[in-house]
């Protein structure tokens, strides 16, 4: 077995990119934590090795994160998505995955976040496919998984997780990683313009959250055994 | 115990609106079934009865069937729900409850089933309350059970029903028929604007069925036992 390839996040400070990089430290995956202050992202390195005694993990400037594997993590809010897109452009190189798990809330706009922004391009996924350099493939996942449930090693997390792009050679390398985490079941939920369907799952879920003060995840359904063949 | 409340179904002759009819009238429920023809309605009467032989089940003219019982089914496609509700104008009474179950699917102008459409006032469920008479409430609910699953008797369902509106009583109603179909489970999703969001699964799930060639149906993780207190 040689030695694994670095998955970056960008925005691995937040709660989702943090949860992330700790549940896949913990699968073992070499991780470079991305902030836009390099100092935060060594501090959340440090809280992952606390936790994770043998993690392999790294803080980095994003850009520099975003360099370090054929993976990168974008898990930054809507209102800083552009900002970093536009920072990553010298970062990204062909060849290279980014999955974005951006969600485009009416709170980044100090709206309510139940409900869901209209986006130009058709969804966060699809401005990150409009930014990025040519080459660089987008995979829209990860936006209904609870960041408080992730960040919590002991919480059994048991739900779907919807992944759409138009590559599928790189949707199965986002569902491989995902499946990494104990508990999530990656499901390919077709071309990326169905991400401005599954990005409007997450205000669905807050607005039932809210209602019962709980952290709802979703499953599908009547799905055959086998989802990546 | 007194005479149950008749269901009026408004488009009980289609899939959804038929297997609606057949499953509340398994559950012993007087059904109105609606149909632009009322022969075509009573024809499909028969089809019930002929699957539950004690069923009470009609078949009339959908403004006719709109006016049987306080909570009415609109099982429309969206191309006909502004024209179905105009035709209900005069049929619906202050008191109703009118639960819509239509989607704005791309597909009710020639585009994709996997596509939504923007609806101005924002979903079809809140063009149904903008349209129905003063003092009709209208509740957004069943967009993601399969047409299919509903209509074979011997198909055991086992999914979420995301409900939404603005009245806690009227969803509270909806909510308990919906109850009365084994295995499916309603949710209570927030006001009626969230209806915008959950008319979006249809088309996700249409996309994720043609991946898998499934049936797919959603569930949501994570919430108390008590959804209806």
Known sequence: MGAQETIGI???????????ALRLAAAGRPIAIGSRDASRAEEA???VGEQVPDAQVEGLENAEAATKGPVVFLAVPFRAQSENLTNLKGALTEGQVLVDATVPLAAAVSGRATRLLGVPQGSAAQQAQEMVPKGVTVVSALHTVSAAGLSKLHTQLDE?????GDSR???S????LI???DG????DAGKLETARLIEGLTPL???VNLRYKAHAGVKLTGLPEDLWP
Chains 1, 2 share one sequence.
């Open 169 to 171: 050679e790189a949707k």
């Open 173 to 176: 390398r986002v569902a491989e």
């Open 160 to 164: 779907d997780v919807l992944v759409a």
């Open 45 to 47: 390195a440090g809280r």
């Open 205 to 207: 879920l807050i607005s």
């Open 179 to 181: 499946s990494l985490i």
């Open 184 to 187: 999530l079941r990656p499901v």
């Open 10 to 20: 960008v925005g691995g400070t937040g709660a989702l990119g943090f949860g992330l």
